[in-house]
């Protein structure tokens, strides 16, 4: 941007994985017919009393300490008012005030560099439900079975500059969430999503320009596109010496336009007071102790002991790390085999292209952390070639079995005879004259065609190394 700084700040609503709802015993299964986990509570029937679920206010908590929040003793809930058809009780719970967790921080990894987004607050709220239009019917349904479900908000400050900072923030703050194990993560069930406050300002000025927010955008693409979308846009509006209207826009995958949902609130237009029925939340100091000491080893520090512990580029274990599950498959795997370099090179090529190719996780994987190894020692000790490694390994990843035995059963252990090598050396110089009497003439990347010869020849089983050694004994 040569004139307007952009500011962005993020609101995301993650999804607790807990069995119950957040004040009442209704099961929070995604996928169930609808109203089918509804009780009196979740519904809003008058004269039902709601209770905390102590385990939602753990997880809470939990994310709080992950980003480095102050942990509030005591917090309070209270009422949001406002009317949707998918909302029972005609007001949200959640909290305004009081809220659990404040003042945390999260640095995300940027090309150039690490950068600081502020976290305002972490509060808890109960999720709407959901309202389902039939043109067939000419109707609208509401199916509560969402309705109750325990959400934590993570507030961030308007500290991010670019769509990419928004998308790496969203990246690096779902993947604490799963490292937490506290949330899903998807983005598409709703379970993980985000509304983004996007802004502009001269360059150089301190007051912030009038902000927009953009609503429930489903997928990190998106989140990146919509809020470039709504760059352009208001730019084009500034440049035109027209104002930008605070409200609340929708984005539009199909045509990639932002458009107007309806006019911006203020925390006054929601009436927030105490909830009368929810006495204020105390914490005990000793259920923070044991809550902190249970917490794992996060993405960052994990991060940097995949530097330290195995040799890793700071990309590689960027990657490895991006997933929970990955860094425990690649930590496995890389203990066993002695080479976490040869490992991490193995999972990052050819194990994450089959579960790309077959649109699976890891943990859904029938390979597991031993045969990687294996894999990687059968390569060391030269009972396969790297060729057959990659010739293999689609078949191992299907099937689950060992690479030793199936390696055996097919006849594909490396050829490490010289003689047998040899043979196949004399046979395919015989059989190129002309490309042995250019190589001698000095055309010498020609030793990748003789080299690829002698592996058809062999079935890719010669050992590489012998090869090399006899083609340039016999060429030079």
């Known amino acids: 941007m040569a004139d307007y700084e952009v500011v962005i700040g993020l609101e995301v609503h993650a999804q607790l994985r807990t069995r119950s709802k957040l004040f009442c015993a209704c099961s929070t299964e995604f996928g169930g017919e609808p109203n089918t986990n509804v009780c009196e509570v979740c519904s809003g029937m008058p004269g039902v009393l709601p209770v905390v679920n102590k385990k939602a206010v753990e997880y809470a908590v939990k994310m709080g300490m992950a980003v480095d929040c102050t942990i509030n003793n005591d917090s309070v809930f209270a009422r949001k008012n ?55 019917d000419n109707a609208s349904y509401v199916d509560l079975n969402r309705a109750g479900t325990p959400l934590i908000e993570i507030v961030s400050e308007p500290d991010m500059r670019s769509a990419e900072e928004a998308v790496a923030y969203l990246k690096a703050l779902r993947n604490i969430l799963l490292y937490l194990g506290i949330c899903d993560g998807n983005m598409e069930e709703g379970s993980f999503r ?34 470039e979308v709504e760059i352009a846009r208001q730019q084009d509006l500034l440049e035109d010496g027209e104002k930008i209207v605070q409200e609340t826009r929708l984005y539009d995958a199909t045509r990639n336009i932002t458009a107007s949902m309806r006019g911006k609130e203020e925390a006054h237009d929601y009436r927030y ?11 005990e100091d000793a259920w923070l102790e044991e809550w902190r000491a249970s917490l794992p080893e996060l993405p960052a520090q994990r991060l940097a002991r995949f530097i330290a512990e195995y040799g890793l580029s700071g990309q590689d274990a960027e990657l490895l ?5 990955l860094a425990d498959f690649f930590e496995a795997a890389a203990k066993e085999a002695g080479n976490a370099k040869k ?20 943990a859904d994987a029938t390979m597991t952390p031993q045969a990687v190894s294996e894999l990687v020692k059968l390569q060391e000790e030269g ?17 689950g079995e060992m690479p030793a035995a ?5 006849g594909l252990v490396q050829i490490s005879d010289s003689g047998a090598i040899e043979t196949a050396v004399d046979e395919v110089l015989v059989e190129n004259p002309s490309e042995v009497e250019a190589y001698r003439s000095g055309k010498t990347k020609l030793m990748s065609f003789f080299m690829g010869q002698v592996m058809r020849k062999t079935k890719g089983k010669a050992n590489p190394g012998v090869v090399t050694k006899l083609l340039a004994e016999k060429l030079g």
Do not use: W
Not at 105 to 122: M, N
Not at 277 to 282: M, R, T, V, Y
Not at 321 to 325: A, C, G
Not at 406 to 410: G, L, N, P, R
């Open 343 to 362: 490992v991490a090179n193995l999972i990052m090529g050819e194990f994450l292209r089959e579960l790309n190719d077959r649109q699976i996780k890891v």
């Open 273 to 283: 007071f105490p909830d009368p029925d929810l006495i204020p939340l105390h914490l």
């Open 406 to 410: 199936y390696v055996k059963q097919k």
């Open 321 to 325: 790390t991006s997933e929970r599950e």
């Open 194 to 227: 985000c509304d983004a406050n996007v802004s502009l300002r001269p360059r150089g000025q301190k007051e912030f320009g009038t902000r927009t927010e953009l609503k429930n955008v489903n997928s990190f693409r998106n989140v990146q596109r919509a809020i």
């Open 383 to 399: 009972t396969v070639s790297s060729k057959i490694v990659h010739d293999i390994f689609s078949d191992l990843f299907e099937s």
């Open 82 to 136: 406002y009317f949707y058809p998918d909302l029972p009780y005609g007001y949200q719970i959640s909290q305004f005030e009081r809220p659990l967790c404040e003042f945390g921080h999260l640095d995300i990894p940027l090309a150039d560099g690490v950068k600081r987004i502020g976290i305002t607050r972490i509060h808890m709220e109960n999720d709407a439900g959901k309202n389902i239009h039939s043109a067939a």
